[in-house]
């Protein structure tokens, strides 16, 4: 059968979905990945606790009941923001699924911080397939092609990790890459962890960036095995091919959590030269400590919140003995330690 797309959010970038599709209402959709085609259901379009955008080409789009869209099947596990429940997916056409994301990521519907909105659900139509073999189309058949490991470049590698979403984590790269851009240092970025949006992780920037996203994760609370670390160690393949001086990652999510910020700090931390931790108050930052202290990983900077006066900035250093820099403020001495671990691989 075939059905004509009124918008196709960003999560489709890379596939060859255009606006005409075909599709087949008699398929089960249980993998994460899968994309399919869906009505947006009703809801009161003058409601603005709705969370009824969408991303294309990083701009905003509101969406309006009865539009048609692609989605790819995701789990989200946010404990601020939309989560997902935690069982296997089997949903037919007819059932209703809800948006968990601007891309254009959707799946069951668990809870959300009642302040941040609600999610629209959508009536699935059926999954977009293929015409000539009939299969479903999975993102991860769109993906980037692998790259490998090159030793010829080795920039500097920063990781940026926090307690929570929304803890700052994003405002400080920002400010780092632009003191860097300033000093004429080249940064490219990628999230290792976390939910997909291509729109946050071109805000970051820099000149090149890149994420889990980009190889047909939607996020990384949902793979099994050693799939996220691959594709992490894919990510950084991308960005040292960039010859960059620094590279900066970020991690998505808290320290402790579905999105496994742990067992990635983990899995790269023999390639991490410099560790930001982003911190809102010191029981959160002794945690934090604690935490990569059992996978043999330090903080050599604290920031966010806790650091946003002279006296958090003080307490910091009388009970962790860490440095710490307000990412309101110039950062001036962060900066200079990067500087001089840089210099020091030239």
Known sequence: M????DFIPD????????????YDPDQTI??????????????????????????????????KPGDIIPLILAYRRSMMEISSNIQPYSFKAGDDVYMLGGDGYAGSYQCVLSSYGRPVSVEILGTITNIKTNKPYHIADFSLP?????????PVIIAVIGVRMDCGKSTTIRKIVS?????????????VTGFGCLYETKNLNCDFT???????????CGYKGNQIFETAQQILNYLKQQKSDVIILEFGGGLIGPYRVTEMMQYLSNQINYTIFIAFDLCGLKGGIEQLKEIG????LVSGPL????LGIDMIQDYFQLSAESNLEEMSKTMSNIIKIIKKTI
């Not at 999560?11 to 075909?22: H, S």
Request: proline share 1%; charged share 20%; glycine share 4%.
């Open 2 to 5: 075939q059905l004509n797309l």
């Open 11 to 22: 999560g489709f970038r890379y596939t060859d979905i255009q606006k005409e599709i075909n």
């Open 30 to 63: 249980q993998n994460e990945g899968i994309c399919f085609v869906a009505k947006v259901n009703e809801f009161d379009i003058n409601d603005n606790s709705y969370l009824n955008h969408i991303h294309i080409n990083q701009k905003i789009h509101r969406l």
């Open 146 to 154: 692998i790259k490998s490991e090159t030793n010829n470049h080795q």
């Open 179 to 191: 003191h860097l851009q300033e000093k004429n240092y080249s940064v490219v970025a990628g999230k």
């Open 210 to 220: 890149i994420d889990f996203t980009d190889f047909g994760i939607p996020s990384t």
């Open 297 to 300: 990983c330090s903080i050599d």
């Open 307 to 310: 650091a946003n006066t002279s």
